[in-house]
Protein backbone atom coordinates (compact mmCIF):
# COMPACT_ATOMS: atom_id res chain seq x y z
CA UNK A 1 0.00 0.00 0.00
CA UNK A 2 1.18 3.43 -0.57
CA UNK A 3 2.51 5.15 2.54
CA UNK A 4 0.69 8.67 2.50
CA UNK A 5 0.64 10.62 5.90
CA UNK A 6 -0.96 13.84 6.54
CA UNK A 7 0.05 16.79 9.09
CA UNK A 8 -1.07 18.07 11.21
CA UNK A 9 -4.18 15.73 12.17
CA UNK A 10 -5.96 18.75 13.57
CA UNK A 11 -5.58 22.36 13.61
CA UNK A 12 -6.97 26.16 15.08
CA UNK A 13 -6.42 28.97 13.40
CA UNK A 14 -7.33 32.29 14.01
CA UNK A 15 -9.25 34.27 10.61
CA UNK A 16 -6.21 35.87 8.72
CA UNK A 17 -3.54 34.06 9.59
CA UNK A 18 -1.82 32.29 6.93
CA UNK A 19 -2.07 27.75 7.41
CA UNK A 20 0.41 25.10 5.67
CA UNK A 21 -0.90 21.80 5.47
CA UNK A 22 1.15 18.92 4.52
CA UNK A 23 1.03 15.48 2.40
CA UNK A 24 3.47 13.02 2.49
CA UNK A 25 4.04 9.76 0.60
CA UNK A 26 6.77 7.61 0.75
CA UNK A 27 6.82 6.19 -2.97
CA UNK A 28 7.33 8.08 -5.98
CA UNK A 29 3.84 8.73 -6.99
CA UNK A 30 3.28 11.42 -10.05
CA UNK A 31 -0.61 12.63 -9.46
CA UNK A 32 -1.25 14.44 -5.94
CA UNK A 33 -4.62 15.92 -4.95
CA UNK A 34 -5.74 18.10 -1.94
CA UNK A 35 -9.37 17.69 -1.56
CA UNK A 36 -11.78 19.64 0.92
CA UNK A 37 -14.98 17.77 2.54
CA UNK A 38 -18.24 19.75 3.83
CA UNK A 39 -21.76 17.81 4.76
CA UNK A 40 -23.62 18.83 1.76
CA UNK A 41 -20.95 19.48 -0.78
CA UNK A 42 -19.23 16.14 -0.23
CA UNK A 43 -15.42 16.10 -1.95
CA UNK A 44 -14.76 18.91 -3.43
CA UNK A 45 -11.03 19.05 -5.52
CA UNK A 46 -8.79 22.15 -4.51
CA UNK A 47 -5.50 21.90 -6.29
CA UNK A 48 -3.73 18.80 -7.94
CA UNK A 49 -0.19 18.55 -8.87
CA UNK A 50 0.95 16.00 -11.77
CA UNK A 51 4.87 16.30 -11.06
CA UNK A 52 7.35 18.75 -9.50
CA UNK A 53 6.70 21.84 -10.06
CA UNK A 54 3.75 21.15 -12.14
CA UNK A 55 0.02 22.39 -10.05
CA UNK A 56 -3.30 22.72 -11.31
CA UNK A 57 -6.42 24.77 -10.10
CA UNK A 58 -9.62 22.35 -8.92
CA UNK A 59 -13.13 23.36 -8.70
CA UNK A 60 -12.47 25.53 -5.28
CA UNK A 61 -9.42 26.83 -5.67
CA UNK A 62 -9.52 30.56 -4.11
CA UNK A 63 -7.47 31.45 -1.31
CA UNK A 64 -5.28 28.46 -1.72
CA UNK A 65 -2.18 27.84 -3.10
CA UNK A 66 0.23 25.06 -3.53
CA UNK A 67 3.76 23.73 -3.74
CA UNK A 68 5.81 20.65 -4.82
CA UNK A 69 9.45 21.19 -4.50
CA UNK A 70 9.82 17.26 -3.99
CA UNK A 71 8.11 14.05 -5.35
CA UNK A 72 7.05 13.07 -2.29
CA UNK A 73 5.53 16.06 -0.71
CA UNK A 74 2.48 18.60 -1.31
CA UNK A 75 1.92 21.20 0.57
CA UNK A 76 -1.49 23.34 0.75
CA UNK A 77 -0.98 26.92 2.18
CA UNK A 78 -4.39 29.04 3.22
CA UNK A 79 -3.26 32.45 2.72
CA UNK A 80 -5.13 33.95 5.20
CA UNK A 81 -7.95 31.76 6.69
CA UNK A 82 -11.33 32.24 6.99
CA UNK A 83 -14.09 31.03 8.60
CA UNK A 84 -15.08 29.92 5.49
CA UNK A 85 -12.43 27.14 5.25
CA UNK A 86 -12.91 25.46 8.21
CA UNK A 87 -13.55 21.78 6.90
CA UNK A 88 -12.02 18.63 6.53
CA UNK A 89 -8.68 18.55 4.13
CA UNK A 90 -7.64 15.29 2.52
CA UNK A 91 -4.76 14.31 0.19
CA UNK A 92 -4.66 11.28 -2.24
CA UNK A 93 -2.59 10.30 -4.35
CA UNK A 94 -3.10 8.27 -7.39
CA UNK A 95 -1.05 4.63 -7.48
CA UNK A 96 -1.44 1.59 -8.91
CA UNK A 97 0.42 -1.39 -10.90
CA UNK A 98 0.37 -2.53 -14.45
CA UNK A 99 -1.90 -0.99 -16.77
CA UNK A 100 -3.23 2.59 -16.25
CA UNK A 101 -6.52 1.81 -15.70
CA UNK A 102 -5.58 -0.10 -12.79
CA UNK A 103 -4.86 2.94 -10.87
CA UNK A 104 -6.79 4.34 -8.26
CA UNK A 105 -6.47 6.50 -5.46
CA UNK A 106 -5.27 6.28 -1.61
CA UNK A 107 -6.57 8.83 0.70
CA UNK A 108 -4.60 10.14 3.46
CA UNK A 109 -6.52 10.73 7.37
CA UNK A 110 -7.30 13.86 6.77
CA UNK A 111 -6.54 17.22 8.38
CA UNK A 112 -9.23 18.88 10.69
CA UNK A 113 -9.10 22.32 10.36
CA UNK A 114 -10.76 24.91 12.50
CA UNK A 115 -10.86 28.64 11.50
CA UNK A 116 -12.10 31.03 14.54
CA UNK B 1 -18.96 16.60 -18.08
CA UNK B 2 -18.83 13.40 -16.33
CA UNK B 3 -21.85 13.63 -13.47
CA UNK B 4 -21.65 10.69 -10.88
CA UNK B 5 -24.93 9.82 -8.62
CA UNK B 6 -25.46 7.74 -5.75
CA UNK B 7 -28.76 6.60 -4.59
CA UNK B 8 -29.98 6.60 -1.66
CA UNK B 9 -28.35 8.92 -0.22
CA UNK B 10 -28.85 7.05 2.88
CA UNK B 11 -30.38 3.93 4.14
CA UNK B 12 -30.73 2.01 7.44
CA UNK B 13 -31.36 -1.71 6.93
CA UNK B 14 -31.52 -4.73 9.88
CA UNK B 15 -28.71 -6.95 10.13
CA UNK B 16 -28.56 -9.59 7.94
CA UNK B 17 -29.86 -7.87 4.80
CA UNK B 18 -27.47 -8.51 1.48
CA UNK B 19 -28.05 -4.70 -0.16
CA UNK B 20 -27.46 -2.77 -3.01
CA UNK B 21 -26.17 0.54 -3.48
CA UNK B 22 -26.09 2.31 -6.76
CA UNK B 23 -23.77 4.71 -8.54
CA UNK B 24 -24.90 6.31 -11.75
CA UNK B 25 -22.30 8.07 -14.48
CA UNK B 26 -23.38 10.49 -17.02
CA UNK B 27 -20.22 9.30 -19.53
CA UNK B 28 -19.43 5.98 -20.43
CA UNK B 29 -16.24 6.67 -21.57
CA UNK B 30 -14.41 5.50 -18.62
CA UNK B 31 -11.18 3.91 -17.46
CA UNK B 32 -12.32 2.41 -14.25
CA UNK B 33 -14.57 3.19 -11.18
CA UNK B 34 -13.77 3.09 -7.43
CA UNK B 35 -15.87 2.11 -4.30
CA UNK B 36 -14.45 3.47 -0.93
CA UNK B 37 -15.85 3.59 2.51
CA UNK B 38 -15.94 6.11 4.83
CA UNK B 39 -16.18 5.77 8.74
CA UNK B 40 -17.07 9.05 10.78
CA UNK B 41 -14.58 11.29 10.90
CA UNK B 42 -12.02 9.21 9.21
CA UNK B 43 -10.15 8.75 5.56
CA UNK B 44 -11.73 7.14 2.32
CA UNK B 45 -10.73 3.13 2.38
CA UNK B 46 -10.71 2.01 -0.66
CA UNK B 47 -13.05 -1.29 -1.39
CA UNK B 48 -12.88 -2.00 -5.11
CA UNK B 49 -11.59 -0.79 -8.07
CA UNK B 50 -13.65 -2.10 -11.37
CA UNK B 51 -11.36 -1.53 -14.64
CA UNK B 52 -13.69 -0.13 -17.74
CA UNK B 53 -12.77 -3.87 -19.46
CA UNK B 54 -14.21 -5.85 -16.04
CA UNK B 55 -17.60 -6.60 -15.39
CA UNK B 56 -17.09 -6.94 -11.74
CA UNK B 57 -15.10 -7.28 -8.60
CA UNK B 58 -15.11 -9.48 -5.06
CA UNK B 59 -13.61 -9.13 -2.00
CA UNK B 60 -15.18 -11.07 0.83
CA UNK B 61 -18.66 -10.02 1.10
CA UNK B 62 -18.50 -6.96 -0.96
CA UNK B 63 -19.04 -7.62 -5.32
CA UNK B 64 -19.18 -4.61 -7.33
CA UNK B 65 -20.33 -4.46 -11.02
CA UNK B 66 -19.80 -2.37 -13.93
CA UNK B 67 -22.52 -1.68 -16.91
CA UNK B 68 -20.30 1.09 -18.92
CA UNK B 69 -23.47 0.86 -21.40
CA UNK B 70 -25.92 1.63 -19.09
CA UNK B 71 -24.04 3.94 -16.94
CA UNK B 72 -24.46 1.99 -13.96
CA UNK B 73 -22.37 0.10 -10.94
CA UNK B 74 -23.90 -1.35 -7.77
CA UNK B 75 -22.13 -1.98 -4.85
CA UNK B 76 -23.64 -5.51 -3.55
CA UNK B 77 -23.23 -6.42 0.64
CA UNK B 78 -24.19 -10.02 1.47
CA UNK B 79 -24.98 -10.14 5.14
CA UNK B 80 -24.47 -6.95 6.17
CA UNK B 81 -23.54 -6.60 9.61
CA UNK B 82 -23.20 -3.72 12.36
CA UNK B 83 -19.76 -3.18 11.02
CA UNK B 84 -20.65 -2.43 7.76
CA UNK B 85 -22.22 1.39 8.95
CA UNK B 86 -20.79 4.05 6.67
CA UNK B 87 -20.59 5.87 3.98
CA UNK B 88 -20.02 4.30 0.66
CA UNK B 89 -18.61 6.21 -2.27
CA UNK B 90 -17.84 5.61 -5.76
CA UNK B 91 -15.24 7.54 -8.07
CA UNK B 92 -14.92 7.43 -11.72
CA UNK B 93 -11.93 8.54 -13.85
CA UNK B 94 -12.94 9.58 -17.07
CA UNK B 95 -11.13 8.70 -19.68
CA UNK B 96 -8.18 11.35 -20.85
CA UNK B 97 -8.50 12.28 -17.44
CA UNK B 98 -6.57 12.01 -14.02
CA UNK B 99 -9.18 13.25 -11.77
CA UNK B 100 -11.95 11.06 -10.42
CA UNK B 101 -15.24 12.50 -10.41
CA UNK B 102 -16.93 11.44 -6.93
CA UNK B 103 -20.49 10.91 -5.84
CA UNK B 104 -22.38 12.05 -2.96
CA UNK B 105 -22.00 9.06 -1.39
CA UNK B 106 -24.66 6.64 0.73
CA UNK B 107 -24.76 6.56 4.17
CA UNK B 108 -25.14 3.01 5.68
CA UNK B 109 -26.65 1.82 8.76
CA UNK B 110 -27.00 -1.66 10.00
CA UNK B 111 -28.91 -1.84 13.11
CA UNK B 112 -28.30 -5.09 15.25
Known amino acids: DAGITQSPRHKVTETGTPVTLRCHQT?????MYWYRQDPGHGLRLIHY???????DKGEVSDGYSVSRSKTEDFLLTLESATSSQTSVYFC???????????????FGSGTRLTVV | KQEVTQIPAALSVPEGENLVLNCSFT??????LQWFRQDPGKGLTSLLL?????REQTSGRLNASLDKSSGRSTLYIAASQPGDSATYLC???????????FGRGTSLIVHP
Open chain 1, 92 to 106: AIRAGTGDGANYGYT
Open chain 1, 27 to 31: ENHRY
Open chain 1, 49 to 55: SYGVKDT
Open chain 2, 27 to 32: DSAIYN
Open chain 2, 50 to 54: IQSSQ
Open chain 2, 91 to 101: AVRSGGSYIPT
